[in-house]
């Protein structure tokens, strides 16, 4: 098994999209990945939609403030919440699955970009749009596709983040 260390610290937001359609064997892959991530008690309170229709994609754009891109993107992964299956865990648990979408993805050579949703005020909007249950949430919407940019990033220092025994 490879170290994972630099695939992690090689994948970005990626927030301009390529217009080239992402192969649907990908797609069920990034799925996969997202279907084996860990979950407390192994509860997987988690649904999963894709979005690939263009309208849907603009509409999508234009209410959420923070993430135009998703217009680009050709697709669109919407990890949801599922607090019934388990109340404290559901959100950590699918932020869990979505990372594990978005590093896949990154092996593939395709691009994402996590935009936040659970919690806003545009959330009911969203879950109108897409015809999302009442009893679910939506954590977010993640745009995927071929990256047309290459962003660099920063950390903090591990040293001021970093506790050894005590803090
Ligand atoms: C929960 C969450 C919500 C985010 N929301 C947005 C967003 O609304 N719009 C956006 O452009 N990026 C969003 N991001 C992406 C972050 O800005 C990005 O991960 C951070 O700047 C670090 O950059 P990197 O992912 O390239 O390392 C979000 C990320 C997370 C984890």
Known sequence: MNDALE??????SIRKYKNQPVEEEK?????????????????????????????IRQKLSEIHPYA???????????PLTNPDVHQKYHMSDSALATLQFMIEAHSLGLGTCWAGVI????????KEL????????????VATGY?????T???????TLVHYEKY
């Open 7 to 12: 695939l992690l610290k090689s994948r970005r």
């Open 27 to 55: 797609i069920q892959k990034c799925l996969e990945a997202a279907q084996w991530a860990p979950s407390a008690s192994n509860k997987q309170p988690w649904e999963f939609l894709i979005v690939t229709e263009e309208r």
């Open 68 to 78: 135009k891109f998703v217009a680009e993107s050709p697709v669109v992964f919407v």
């Open 119 to 126: 919690g806003a005020s545009i959330e009911p909007e969203i």
């Open 130 to 141: 897409l015809g999302v249950p009442e009893h679910l949430n939506v954590l977010g919407l």
């Open 147 to 151: 990256a047309g940019e290459e962003p």
């Open 153 to 159: 990033r920063t950390r903090k220092e591990l040293d």
